[in-house]
């Protein structure tokens, strides 16, 4: 019963896993995955476009320089005095203060540049815009020698003396085809700076930032790290490479970050741009959160219908199986508790209905089973009274019957016999009738007695060990008297030795003298032939005769009660019971009597019978 | 003379049927006493005794069976077969004579050329077994 609650219990919990929480958790992974993706998607494209932008402002930043640079070379006016500058073996004979105050005028006026100045092919600053770098040498900085060769923007450097990242535009100042020196304008600092500390569109934990390929170092201010950035990135070494891509990776405070990085071939350096991966997700968390509740609602739901299921159901279901439990077990009128008005309800109603009754049922039933108990009990031994006076009537009626027959039949015999004086043949004639009708007269007399017996359910066969051979002896002595005349010849085939038959002789010699006698009576030549076998727990006897045999139409009259063939009524001699009692006979041994029979050649008679001992309890 | 010196106790009380015994037991030199009622000291008063040939339906109460265990119980008369002869239904008196000991059985009527023989037979110790069914 237990088992029964729990596994229907169990496998709605089951159901109802597979139907909303499986499906809801798949939805929350494939959400959560999704939305991972999505982030990744939308993120690297935000930084892919702000790559862009910030490269061409760049590129703008630099090519308004390089423009700059070139209208001041196209000023005939000045390009004279720069030229002059520029080649003068003394500075101090040159115009160079008119070139300096032309290059701070310009520098004024335009924000590309933070400073303007002039160096000879020597690397020697002429002019400038500001007074720092005038009278220095640079040639140890990294632009110098690439501008003779008539480079003009350089590779972003970080500048040792201001810390700055430093880009430099230069122009070669001709001389009949001969480089003589250098107008080089030093790219607003503010500008780049401006460019890539500009977070907009980088939300709160975004990034970018140049990389310098030449110091491997970050050349633009970071976020959120005040120190110059040496730390190794993915991005970094794929930018420093000169690859440009995206990806996601650690940056250098540990953060799992979306990157994208885009090689600036034109300053030499790498751009990356990036932010952290659970910002970028964090765009999509309501979605997620939103995605997750309904499932969990959803689950939640599940749960609650496995609950109203079990309150609506199983509960009223078990409470019905319980009580039936308890009818079964014979409590009957018990009653369910059940005041819902559905279906169940219903059936509980119904239940309490039906328990009520199989009470009152079973109240009368012991009442009317104790009744008819009793009325049974009166008929039986009315039944049994009535039987047993039946019995008593009939042992007397056959003790009765015969006492007389005996009497003639014997007193005949006697005076046939001359025990009172001689008789002369006529008379013995006479008696040997007498005697004769006598003698069918007690045989017409105990077929009744046993067919009555067995019409009224009284024959007994009463079994002990029957020892056929004797028996099967004296048939067979039986069968050679009762041959009508010498035409017919007696063969017996009768295996020595048969074990005993657990039965009752009286009956077993009954019924094969019956039917040696019917052989024997109707037969008028050739043989009768008796066979006794045992075949396997079986006694088989066989009478074979060549007698008139029996007309198929017949075959149902052979064994009928109170009948007899048409043969046997011209024969004039029996009751026609004979076969019938055998049959019921053998019957009573757990036997059975059969025939075979053509008309005009022969009958067969079948007599089996069970050694086994069993059968006694018949 | 199938009896000669042979003594015989008859239980019988139908005087036809004495008559027939008596005749066909006494032809063949038997003597032949009649009992007609009383107790078993009566009985044991009349030995020696070769054979009881016993009537199973006899006056009175007891029934040939309860007379017979009445007689076999008295130690004189253990050795003395006794014979059913009786009328009654062969079966179940066949089987019920086996069971309690009779030393033969003989259905009525009697057949007058063997029914010495088979006493003869029963009082040299075998036993005659003959329902008479035909």
């Given at each position: 019963?237990?088992?029964?609650?729990?596994?229907?219990?169990?496998?709605?919990?089951?159901?109802?896993?597979?139907?909303?929480?499986?499906?809801?958790?798949?939805?929350?992974?494939?959400?959560?995955?999704?939305?991972?993706?999505?982030?990744?998607?939308?993120?690297?494209?935000?930084?892919?476009?702000?790559?862009?932008?910030?490269?061409?402002?760049?590129?703008?930043?630099?090519?308004?320089?390089?423009?700059?640079?070139?209208?001041?070379?196209?000023d005939q006016r000045q390009l004279p005095r720069m030229r002059d500058v520029a080649t003068s073996l003394d500075r101090r004979l040159s115009p160079t203060q008119q070139v300096s105050s032309y290059l701070q005028e310009v520098q004024e006026t335009q924000s590309v540049f933070d400073e303007l100045f002039l160096y000879t092919r020597t690397g020697e600053v002429r002019s400038s815009s500001t007074t720092s770098l005038q009278g220095e040498f640079i040639v140890s900085l990294p632009f110098y020698r690439d501008s003779i060769d008539g480079v003009r923007t350089h590779p972003i450097f970080?500048?040792?003396?201001?810390?700055?990242?430093?880009?430099?535009?230069?122009?070669?100042?001709?001389?009949?085809?001969?480089?003589?020196?250098?107008?080089?304008?030093r790219v607003s600092e503010a500008q780049i700076v401006d460019i890539m500390t500009d977070y907009d569109g980088l939300g709160t934990t975004g990034d970018n930032f140049l990389v310098s390929s030449t110091t491997q170092q970050a050349v633009t201010p970071l976020r959120f790290v005040?120190?110059?950035?040496?730390?190794?990135?993915?991005?970094?070494?794929?930018?420093?490479?000169?690859?440009?891509?995206?990806?996601?990776?650690?940056?250098?405070?540990?953060?799992?970050?979306?990157?994208?990085?885009?090689?600036?071939?034109?300053?030499?350096?790498?751009?990356?741009?990036?932010?952290?991966?659970?910002?970028?997700?964090?765009?999509?968390?309501?979605?997620?959160?939103?995605?997750?509740?309904?499932?969990?609602?959803?689950?939640?739901?599940?749960?609650?219908?496995?609950?109203?299921?079990?309150?609506?159901?199983?509960a009223p279901l078990t409470q019905l199986t319980t009580t039936t439990s308890e009818i079964a077990a014979g409590n009957y009128g018990e009653q369910v508790h059940i005041q819902s008005k559905n279906e169940i309800g219903v059936l509980a109603a119904s239940f309490n209905l039906m328990s009520r009754e199989i009470k009152n049922l079973f109240d009368n039933l012991e009442q009317r089973v104790a009744d008819r108990t009793r009325d049974l009990v009166e008929a039986r031994d009315e039944a049994q009274k009535a039987n047993n006076a039946k019995t008593a009537f009939l042992a007397t009626t056959s003790h009765e019957l015969r006492t007389p027959l005996n009497a003639v039949i014997n007193y005949t015999g006697l005076i046939d016999q001359g025990y009172w004086g001689s008789v002369t043949p006529e008379q013995s004639s006479a008696l040997n009738t007498i005697s004769?009708?006598?003698?069918?007269?007690?045989?017409?007399?105990?077929?009744?007695?046993?067919?009555?017996?067995?019409?009224?359910?009284?024959?007994?066969?009463?079994?002990?060990?029957?020892?056929?051979?004797?028996?099967?002896?004296?048939?067979?002595?039986?069968?050679?008297?009762?041959?009508?005349?010498?035409?017919?010849?007696?063969?017996?085939?009768?295996?020595?030795?048969?074990?005993?038959?657990?039965?009752?002789?009286?009956?077993?010699?009954?019924?094969?003298?019956?039917?040696?006698?019917?052989?024997?009576?109707?037969?008028?030549s050739g043989h009768i032939r008796l066979v006794a076998t045992k075949q396997n727990d079986l006694f088989l006897f066989k009478v074979e005769d060549t007698g008139i045999g029996i007309e198929p139409e017949d075959y149902d009259v052979v064994f009928a009660e109170f009948q007899q063939t048409a043969s046997g009524v011209t024969k004039g001699k029996g009751t026609g019971l004979g076969m019938s009692i055998s049959k019921n006979l053998a019957e009573a041994h757990s036997g059975a009597v059969w025939f075979e029979s053509v008309y005009g050649e022969g009958t067969t008679f079948y007599l089996k019978l069970p050694f086994n001992k069993q059968t006694q309890l018949n | 003379m199938l009896l000669q010196g042979k003594t015989l106790l008859m239980f019988e009380d139908n005087l036809e049927n004495i008559t027939v015994q008596?005749?066909?037991?006494?032809?063949?030199?038997?003597?032949?006493?009649?009992?007609?009622?009383?107790?078993?000291?009566?009985?044991?008063?009349?030995?020696?005794?070769?054979?009881?040939?016993?009537?199973?339906?006899?006056?009175?109460?007891?029934?040939?069976?309860?007379?017979?265990?009445?007689?076999?119980?008295?130690?004189?008369?253990?050795?003395?077969?006794?014979?059913?002869?009786?009328?009654?239904?062969?079966s179940l008196a066949v089987s019920k004579a086996k069971s309690m000991g009779f030393a033969g059985y003989i259905a009525k009527p009697v057949k007058l050329d063997k029914f010495a023989s088979q006493i003869a037979t029963i009082i040299s110790g075998e036993a005659i077994w003959d329902a008479n069914r035909r």
């Open positions: 019963m237990s088992i029964f609650q729990r596994s229907l219990r169990l496998s709605m919990v089951v159901a109802m896993m597979l139907i909303a929480v499986v499906p809801a958790l798949v939805i929350i992974v494939g959400i959560v995955v999704a939305s991972n993706n999505q982030a990744r998607t939308q993120s690297i494209n935000q930084l892919s476009s702000l790559a862009v932008t910030k490269t061409d402002n760049i590129e703008l930043l630099l090519s308004n320089g390089e423009d700059l640079l070139e209208l001041m070379l196209n970080v500048e040792p003396e201001t810390d700055k990242p430093t880009v430099v535009i230069t122009l070669p100042i001709f001389d009949d085809d001969r480089v003589v020196g250098i107008l080089a304008g005040n120190d110059t950035l040496t730390a190794s990135t993915f991005a970094i070494d794929e930018v420093l490479a000169g690859n440009s891509g995206n990806a996601q990776y650690e940056n250098s405070r540990g953060e799992t970050v979306y990157g994208v990085y885009r090689w600036i071939e034109t300053i030499g350096a790498g751009m990356v741009l990036e932010i952290e991966q659970g910002e970028a997700v964090g765009a999509f968390r309501n979605f997620v959160l939103l995605s997750g509740g309904v499932a969990i609602l959803a689950i939640i739901a599940a749960l609650g219908m496995v609950w109203w299921i079990q309150q609506q159901l199983i004769k009708s006598g003698q069918h007269l007690l045989n017409l007399i105990n077929d009744l007695l046993d067919m009555s017996k067995i019409v009224s359910g009284s024959l007994e066969v009463y079994k002990s060990e029957v020892d056929l051979n004797s028996e099967i002896k004296d048939v067979a002595e039986i069968a050679q008297g009762l041959l009508e005349n010498d035409n017919v010849h007696l063969i017996t085939e009768i295996e020595p030795d048969l074990p005993p038959l657990f039965g009752d002789s009286v009956r077993i010699r009954q019924i094969m003298i019956n039917m040696v006698s019917n052989a024997c009576k109707f037969t008028a | 008596k005749a066909l037991l006494e032809r063949e030199g038997a003597q032949v006493h009649l009992f007609a009622g009383g107790t078993t000291s009566d009985v044991v008063e009349m030995l020696p005794i070769d054979a009881i040939i016993m009537d199973l339906m006899i006056p009175g109460d007891t029934d040939g069976f309860d007379f017979y265990t009445m007689l076999k119980n008295r130690s004189e008369l253990a050795s003395v077969p006794i014979v059913a002869v009786s009328a009654m239904d062969a």
